[in-house]
T-cell receptor
Framework: DAGVIQSPRHEVTEMGQEVTLRCKPISGHDYLFWYRQTMMRGLELLIYFNNNVPIDDSGMPEDRFSAKMPNASFSTLKIQPSEPRDSAVYFC?????????????FGDGTRLSIL | EDQVTQSPEALRLQEGESSSLNCSYTVSGLRGLFWYRQDPGKGPEFLFTLYSAGEEKEKERLKATLTKKESFLHITAPKPEDSATYLCAVQGPQGAQKLVFGQGTRLTINP
């Protein structure tokens, strides 16, 4: 089975521009997660969805960040307007719903640089 | 608030030199503790889930153990390909599937 697929792998853009990160979860997984990883703060959960519905967005830094999941096979994380402090690696992960101890499976991330 | 602290931050070993990585956690009502491996430029790769104190899981040269306050990842006779960052995460009762990660231990195995 294909794993979690993220695009683009790398994104370099200027401050103030809109950035859209994309994720395709593993087929059959009911949960989708967006994380941000930095040297200072490690891996932080931003938001997660269950059956395409946002469940917890308490980790979203501010209103400039938004996430959608229009269907079971696609999600986006959008930053508008972007700022240099948003530079990080953004990961998407997915997991099954059976039981609460199902492991999350991660994509290889999008490395975002805001100049 | 759930907290996870991993030590050491970095560890350098010679090939064949066994050691252990530590993950201390504070969570009210642990539902699961997860170990992941992360290679440079890649996403975390799932290794183990531990549910209750006393539980152990093994995979090749790795063995994970769990107590009520911490987990250890034991590496026996490591090889250079075991070099990676090892991440520990806990799942508490706050929300199904929500994980809190530690900062990781960067492991380097020299040939």
């Amino acid at each position: 089975d294909a794993g979690v697929i993220q695009s683009p792998r790398h994104e370099v853009t200027e401050m103030g521009q809109e950035v859209t990160l994309r994720c395709k979860p593993i087929s059959g997984h009911d949960y989708l997660f967006w994380y941000r990883q930095t040297m200072m703060r490690g891996l932080e959960l931003l938001i997660y969805f269950n059956n395409n519905v946002p469940i917890d967005d308490s980790g979203m830094p501010e209103d400039r960040f938004s996430a959608k999941m229009p269907n079971a096979s696609f999600s986006t994380l959008k930053i508008q307007p972007s700022e240099p402090r948003d530079s990080a690696v953004y990961f998407c992960a997915s997991s099954r719903a059976q039981g609460v101890r199902q492991p999350q499976h991660f994509g290889d991330g999008t490395r975002l640089s805001i100049l | 608030e759930d907290q996870v602290t991993q030590s050491p931050e970095a560890l350098r070993l010679q090939e064949g030199e066994s050691s252990s990585l530590n993950c201390s956690y504070t969570v009210s009502g642990l539902r699961g503790l997860f170990w992941y491996r992360q290679d440079p430029g890649k996403g975390p790769e799932f290794l183990f889930t531990l549910y209750s104190a006393g539980e152990e899981k093994e995979k090749e040269r790795l063995k994970a153990t769990l107590t009520k306050k911490e987990s250890f990842l034991h590496i026996t006779a490591p090889k250079p390909e075991d070099s990676a960052t090892y991440l520990c995460a806990v799942q508490g009762p706050q929300g199904a599937q929500k994980l809190v990660f530690g900062q990781g231990t960067r492991l380097t195995i020299n040939p």
